[in-house]
């Protein structure tokens, strides 16, 4: 795991500064034409600054998390636009049952279907360093399932990137990808947004423009 060995002074003032600083730490990525995939929607602002940043191709990683039952903030899993679903370790914890799960798959991949075809077809990872990108892991969920789903894909070497992250999460994804950047692990991490003194919600338009973009 590629840890800072500088301490980062959090929160981050937003998610440009942090993709900033992030983009730093991925230099050695520069000019191998690296592929970013930038997990919707938070992280794609954050996706093109790092692109930009290593000259490498901006696309999305279409995930979804999978909310529990009773608690929209925890993340009881998450699944990918085919439907590929990656359930909590804590699952069966979270007193949520599978036709609840089920009927959220349903309901994200039908979000995600109608998000790619405004987004434009996926790159191709294959033999491709790819550096996946999200604004911040609290569970972890979310990113171990596109790890899972890339690797299958066959890149060369697979990179998680995220400025802030809870231990537990670092631990999850750490086994499913080459490298894991983080900048920060604080203690008693409660959710990713405290993390940001600024941290609004991305417009659907922003991020077609952001795609659209030519790095």
Same mark, same amino acid.
């Not at 060995?5 to 990525?29: G, K, M, S």
């Not at 191998?32 to 990683?61: H, N, Q, S, T, W």
């Not at 999460?169 to 894991?180: F, G, K, R, Y």
């Given at each position: ?11 981050? $003032? ?13 230099? &050695?990525? /520069?000019?191998? %034409?690296?592929? !970013? +995939? ?11 600054? !790092?692109?930009? &940043?290593?000259?490498? #191709? ?6 979804? %998390? ?17 439907? @590929?679903?990656?359930?909590? =370790? ?23 279907? /109608? ?33 899972? !789903? ?12 995220? =400025? ?7 631990? +999850? ?7 894991? @950047?983080?900048?920060?692990? =604080? ?6 947004? /405290?993390?940001? #003194? !600024? ?9 077609? /423009?952001?795609?659209? $973009?030519?790095?």
């Amino acid at each position: 795991m590629d840890d800072t060995d500088d301490p980062v002074r959090l929160p981050f $003032r937003d998610r440009a500064q942090a993709a900033q600083l992030l983009a730093e730490r991925v230099l &050695r990525w /520069r000019g191998c %034409k690296p592929l !970013v +995939l930038a997990i919707p929607r938070g992280a794609v602002p954050m996706g093109r600054i !790092v692109a930009d &940043r290593i000259e490498g #191709e901006l696309d999305v990683m279409m995930v979804r %998390k999978i909310a529990s039952a009773f608690d929209s903030e925890l993340a009881v899993g998450a699944v990918d636009e085919h439907g @590929t679903v990656e359930l909590a =370790p804590y699952f069966h914890r979270t007193r949520t049952g599978m036709d609840w799960v089920d009927a959220q798959v349903r309901i994200q991949v039908a979000l995600m279907q /109608r998000r790619r075809a405004a987004y434009g077809p996926s790159a191709d990872v294959r033999d491709r360093v790819v550096l996946v990108i999200d604004d911040g892991l609290a569970t972890g969920s979310t990113m171990a399932a596109a790890l899972r !789903v890339l690797r299958e894909r066959g890149p060369r070497r697979l990179h998680a990137c995220v =400025p802030v992250a809870s231990a537990e999460a670092v631990a +999850l994804i750490a086994p499913l990808c080459d490298d894991v @950047t983080v900048l920060a692990t =604080p203690f008693n991490f409660v959710s990713v947004s /405290r993390h940001y #003194e !600024v941290f609004p919600q991305i417009e659907e338009a922003e991020v077609i /423009r952001l795609l659209d $973009r030519v790095a």
